[in-house]
């Protein structure tokens, strides 16, 4: 079984309140030194067999289809052990 | 024989009821549709109604425009079927692509309940004949994920093509160029975030008035389903 994360954050271009809201209470709570916030979403998807190129391919048709919605945002999709060397796919 | 107007229900659908209300108010026949069943049962026009399908899971109506019932709905909106998404209803039409454009959360994040001003832009959808273009009317929006965007392409199109359907008086949300309601090319498909199906009778409708300015998307589809 591996683990391919797919995170789904909104285009650089659209304003995100959220992100905004979170960023204005970060200073009230002492923390100092943050310019900006965006909120995003991070989809673990566990498959059946192994994240090899077929497997991430499916799960970006996968996140094009469903998880995103890339008239407002846009996604990445990497094998989850890929992280500690830093690698995205 | 009247028109048959099919309203369909999803988990987590809240205004159904009022628009099957609306459907029987201007004399056509309401036809209650169920989210699983791709069976349209044979109506004329179909109307997604408002309320939080699937929970807003995901993102709203992301999850019902994969549902059995909008395959069909998809399906005949391309062959010409009248179809009106009110708030909830297009979201999911703007997810089922059928409508250009996505929905953001309100630039205040604050859930909007009020009686808003909207302005007419086009008279040439199934859902509008009997409207006039600037004609003025007081609907309700309800919603915290009511904020209309797309890109500068597809906003010039819309304005060119004349497919802004209404238009905020005044912007609640921080919608793209103030619109609250769009058509597709064909002006079949109407999708709109303030809800008609709650202006349509003097005691519920918008207080003090004008209360029944909703009527009129309701008396538009009919008078085309009746002629056709």
């Known amino acids: 079984m591996a683990r391919v994360v797919v995170e789904v954050m909104l285009k650089p271009e659209i304003l995100d309140p959220q992100g905004q809201a979170v960023l204005r209470a970060l200073p009230r709570l002492g923390f100092a030194g943050v310019g900006e916030v965006r909120q995003g979403k991070r989809f673990e998807v566990d498959l059946d067999g192994p994240a090899d190129e077929a497997a991430l391919a499916k799960v970006r048709e996968m996140a094009e289809t469903l998880l995103a919605n890339t008239v407002i945002e846009e996604f990445t999709v990497y094998a989850a052990e890929a992280v500690a060397t830093g690698q995205t796919v | ?228």
């Open chain 2, 1 to 228: 024989m009247s028109a048959r107007i099919g309203v369909v229900t999803f988990p987590g659908t809240q205004d159904d009821t009022d628009a099957l209300r609306a459907v029987a108010l201007v004399g056509a026949e309401p036809v209650s549709l169920w989210h699983r069943d791709a069976d349209l049962h044979g109506v004329d026009a179909v109307v997604l109604p408002g309320g939080f399908s699937y929970g807003d899971y995901l993102r709203c109506g992301a999850i019902a425009r994969f549902s059995p019932v909008m395959e069909s709905v998809i399906a005949g909106a391309r062959e010409g079927l009248p179809v009106l998404g009110i708030c909830n209803g297009f979201q999911i039409l703007c997810e089922s692509h059928l409508l250009p454009g996505a929905m953001l959360r309100n630039n205040g994040l604050l859930f909007i309940n009020r009686d808003l001003t909207l302005r007419v832009g086009s008279t040439s959808t199934a859902w509008t004949s009997d409207y006039e273009v600037g004609q003025e009317i007081v609907i309700p929006i309800k919603n915290v994920d009511g904020r209309f965007t797309a890109d500068q392409r597809t906003l010039d199109e819309l304005e060119a093509e004349g497919r802004v359907v209404v238009r905020y008086a005044q912007n609640p949300n921080g919608s793209d160029r103030d619109i609250a309601g769009i058509a597709n090319a064909a002006g079949n498909v109407v999708g709109l975030m303030p809800h008609p199906e709650h202006a349509i009778e003097e005691l519920t409708g918008p207080y003090p008035g004008p209360a029944t300015d909703g009527l009129a998307f309701f008396t538009s589809v009919l008078k085309k389903l009746v002629s056709a």
